[in-house]
């Protein structure tokens, strides 16, 4: 809650919003008495229609009744033109304070594409260093064991066939599920079912190789550029990658759809422990550089206790 209000202590359109308010509230101070100025000329300029006396009472001053008229008409444009004019006024001014300026809109511009640079840098980063990892952990030792368990068959393939068909079935064996980590290492890099059929075709495959059940929720009209549909797609996998592993969940929830404003939105839910955080080089660290180099946003949301969720928008043009 502290670390919320000081950020929005330090937000400069906060501080824009709370002047342009004070100075709303001080014309419109001056508003009320020239409204109730331009009603009361208006019925100035009646009064020889119904006053009884010999004066009328405009805007605290006695006029008399046959001058009434002139005073009360000049009374109301003048109060009205004081209305217009204030009220042009406070257009120019709240124009001036809230919206930024155009230097401001370009220093925006770059600090956003600074962001969105060092982002994809940063993405880049993560996913090579958990390529290497995947890599040197998973299929280099694997492939390290087939070499030598087809070197201890080629030894024994002349005095102990048996022995050496028993290697080589163990070598083919660990050759397999070598291939099959090489495809879940590419399919982490690319997954071309997204290229082939869209995010929601690719989202279902996903959900189907997830080791807890998934309720997939996808309003999709039509396709977005490739870098958006990716970032939600990796942000996702990611998600249920963590949840599988880390949360204890028993079920996680995805939702996704296209909106009018023309973002890519999703959100990740699961029923475990929560705790999650952003560590340097970990997933939610790659997820973040990836939305982020996307242009998008992200918001992970994990109380010790759970439940965990994770919200993702990206603009569809990326």
């Not at 008495?33 to 009472?57: D, I, M, N, Q, S």
């Not at 999650?276 to 982020?292: K, M």
Request: charge should be neutral.
């Amino acid at each position: 809650m502290l670390h919320l209000f000081w950020h929005q202590a330090i937000d400069p359109a906060m501080w824009r919003a709370i002047a342009n308010a004070v100075i709303s509230t001080l014309i419109g101070l001056l508003v009320l008495p020239l409204a109730t100025a331009a009603l009361t000329g208006l019925a100035g300029a009646f009064a020889p229609l119904y006053a009884g006396g010999a004066t009328v009472r405009i805007v605290g001053l006695d006029i008399p009744v046959g001058w009434a008229t002139l005073s009360g008409i000049l009374v109301f444009l003048f109060a009205a033109a004081a209305v217009i004019g204030l009220a042009l006024l406070h257009g120019v001014l709240a124009r001036a304070i809230v919206v930024p300026s155009r230097e401001a809109e370009l220093a925006e511009d770059v600090r956003r594409s600074d962001a969105r640079r060092a982002g994809a840098v940063r993405a880049s980063e993560v996913e090579r260093t958990r390529i290497e990892r995947d890599l040197h952990d998973g299929v280099q030792p694997r492939l390290v064991s087939v070499g030598m368990t087809l070197g201890l068959a080629q030894q024994k393939i002349d005095d102990d066939p048996a022995a050496a068909r028993a290697l080589i079935e163990e070598a083919h064996t660990s050759t397999k599920a070598a291939i099959t980590e090489l495809r879940q290492l590419a399919r982490g890099i690319h997954a071309s079912v997204l290229d082939d059929r869209g995010l929601d075709a690719a989202l279902s495959a996903l959900a189907g190789r997830s080791h807890i059940p998934v309720a997939l929720d996808v309003r999709i009209d039509g396709r977005c550029s490739r870098e958006a549909e990716a970032a939600v797609y990796f942000a996702i996998a990611e998600s249920l990658t963590n949840a599988a592993k880390h949360s204890r969940a028993s079920e996680c929830r995805v939702v996704v759809r296209r909106r009018e404003d023309g973002t890519l939105w999703a959100r990740v839910e699961d029923n475990g422990i929560g705790g999650a955080r952003v560590l340097p080089g970990g997933g939610l660290d790659g997820i973040t550089n990836r939305v982020l180099a996307a242009s998008g946003q992200i918001r992970l949301d994990s109380p010790t206790g759970g439940p965990t969720a994770l919200e993702v928008t990206v603009p569809c043009a990326s």
